[in-house]
């Protein structure tokens, strides 16, 4: 054991941690909107098959390729959150009961797994991948090189994501619109804020984060379709978005302290570390029950805590 | 621009949607499926044929579908305990599987013993198990306020690696150490086998009757008793409840742990009436706690209906798995679960409002 293997799972928690940021990102638009998104996990899939289809069929140069199946995989993810939004905006349907209908029907025995039988995503090979980017040719330097440089480049979008929507959300016009319509979607309604569309328009937008999320499964972790590849990943956004106290910036970190467990075995075992695999498989779940139940403490709920409306339909008054 | 329909809150909500909106759901459901199959090119007329003739024509296939009914009945009513006091819980799939466990280990251990026993000390250990899995959902919720969708789902994921550890990496007790290439659970006692009935040619699982027991059961607890009662309270308004000292963290303890003894009973019984092993892949393949929230929750979170929604479910899961091949491509079974999920989610405004169509107001005559 050196400094080495710390450097190699720094680096491979970014790499695994990155799809967990999309989908949480995703989730903290969805839910500071005040709309609860348990479909998570199959809106995943359904776009981690969609970008597995569009890198097999998309023609093109490699990059072009790369680039569609993620647009396609946001596509994906974000029709199906916008069935998410139907349900619970304008049918102001339960929404837990409404996302575990989401991952059911999308999920792992569902229509992602439906989707790649009759396209035949499953049976070869997903040719054009994400891949790890050498940044100015600096992969190589010690220490920095594989931790920063070394990254694919949904990662690098990932950080300006990071930046670019912890300023949406608390310095700009429309993000404090969006929080007033998840804290108190009556005010916002007086004030002349269109409840039903921020909350469409930020359940779609989570959706296709969510859809980056499955693509980067099916083309740069796995890389290749396996029926429910993310393996819980979407629950444990959710989880991080809790985690985060809805900021994402904290929600960034809390994506690579899970990217590094769900890593750790692979690392390990591939450095020869002997140790159970079943072990280090639950270890991501049982770190995401204790993490919530520290987080869920009293103090840091009145500090930092959740959209006072998520999760309640918003009804207007009838008159 | 103002959206073309209108939600209307009843004000009494008439007794025949009870019945009414979980068959609207279901053949709504099915609708949206045709669509899904048109859409990709299949012909839905002739799936659903097949579906039907598998799992419901002839005592053959209802005899098929009763034992996909069986454990979905148990996480049926799982779902349907713990959502009534509006807790959410979906880990009726661990659950399940630690009740397995729990009854495996019991039905390999009582070996020579009478089968009334090891039936008995089957029931017993699969709802233990199962009980005190959930429990810990219910201790983590009451104690510290931790989101019980979330830890009850991560258990799930636990629970199927433990599953996973004790039949495929590792030499444990409840794999048969015969199976060298092909790890396998140990079969239980020959005389543990829970038995059949046949009624008109349809065989019925023995374990089919305890769950008729157990939703009579959980329908009379939540009817008549005061713990039921509490419970009612403590879904329509926690707040409330605390102000009539009802002591809301027990109860919610209790509710998860009766939830998961259910569940367990489930476990139970998929071991005991079905497999007579341990089953790691079988068990995780049939997702039986899943397909229990939508049982759950076209039953309306009645006790007896979801029986009855367990065989209609049941047929359908069952007939689907049977089915599955080149062209009856897997996923099909989830896709159409999760729409009757949709459906019977969307139905439950049937009951709270009226639709009403938004007559468009033309503001140059309105002045």
Redo the contacts between chains.
Sequence with gaps: MNSNILIIIIASAIFYGTPLFFAALGGIFTERSGVLN?GVE?TMLLGGVSGAWASQHVGGSAWFTVLMSIVIGMIAGGITSA?LAF?CV?????Q???G???????????????????WGVAENPVPRQIRRLDVFGLADTPIVGPIIFNQTILTYVSWVLAVLSTVYLFRTRIGLQLRAVGESPQTADAMGISV?KYRYVHTILGGALAGIGGVFYSLAIVPTWV?GMT??AG?IA??LV?FGFWRPSLTLLGAYLFGALQSLGSTLKARGVNI???IL??LP??M??VV??LV???FA?RKLGAPAALGVPYERE?R | MK?PIR???RLEQPKWLNWAIPLISLVAALILGAI?LLA??KNPWDVYFRIFERGFAGTRALSGSLKTATPLAFTGLCAAVAFRMGL?N?GGEGQLYMGAVGAAGVGIALDGQPTGVVVVAMCLAGMLCGALYAAIVGV?RAK????E???S???N??AS??L??LIY?STSYWRDPVSKNFPAGKPIADRAEWNFFEFAGIKIPLAFFIAIIAAVAVSVLYKRTRFGFEVGVIADSPKAARYAGIRTSSTIILVLALSGALAGLGGAADVGNFRQLLDGKGLQMS?YG??G??VA?LARLNPITTVVVAVLIGGLTNAGFALQGPDF???????L???I??T???G??LIKYRIKANRRVTTAVAA
Excluded: C
């Design positions: 348990l199959g069935l349900l304008t049918l102001k349907t339960n837990t009961v409404a575990l209908a989401i991952t059911i029907f999308a999920g792992a025995v569902g229509l992602s797994s439906y989707f790649a039988n009759i039903v029926d393996k819980g629950w959710i989880a809790i159970s695999g079943d498989d639950a779940f049982v995401t029950i919530l139940v869920s403490s009293r709920h009838e | 959206s939600l209307e809150r899904v990709t090119g959410i979906i983590l510290f306020n931790t989101n969708i979330i830890t789902l991560m258990l994921y636990i690696i433990f996973s550890y990496n997702g899943y397909t929230i939508v929750a491509p897997s996923g099909l079974v989830g896709t679960q999760g729409l999920l949709f019977a989610v969307a439950e405004i």
